[in-house]
């Protein structure tokens, strides 16, 4: 399991309000995907396949509601049930079972001992 911060997620109460803030003050890309009912939030120069310069990690914006009351961070894991089953076995609790994101991978939901929402991602399987 690497750990790695990959994702962020910041939920709001006004989505249009909450893109231009963003966009005016850090100079962040949104793209809104109403069918998905989630903005993609690209923070610094992407590409297809992310970020494309260090130091940038890309993220998201989704409406306010459990579970998502606060800012998330999202970490990519190799395998979301060896994940959930350190998380639970360190005190954590699962929010989430694994869910599939489209053809690009996997995302679980937990909540740390202090309480605190963290994402999980596991790449889908190439070729």
């Not at 998330?72 to 929010?95: K, M, P, Q, W």
């Amino acid at each position: 399991m690497s750990g790695r911060v990959m994702h962020f997620e910041i939920p709001f109460d006004d989505g249009e309000r909450a893109r231009t803030f963003y966009a005016d003050a850090f100079g962040w890309q949104v793209m809104p995907m109403p069918e998905m009912g989630y903005t993609l939030v690209m923070s610094g120069p992407s590409g297809e396949e992310g970020p494309t310069e260090p130091g940038f990690i890309n993220g998201g914006m989704m409406q306010r509601e459990e579970p998502f009351t606060g800012p998330n961070l999202v970490l990519e894991v190799d395998n979301l049930e060896d994940a959930l089953a350190a998380v639970n076995g360190a005190g954590g609790t699962t929010v989430s079972e694994r869910q599939q994101v489209g053809d690009m991978g996997f995302t679980a939901y937990v909540r740390d001992t202090e309480g605190n929402l963290v994402g999980l991602w596991e790449n889908a399987p190439s070729g």
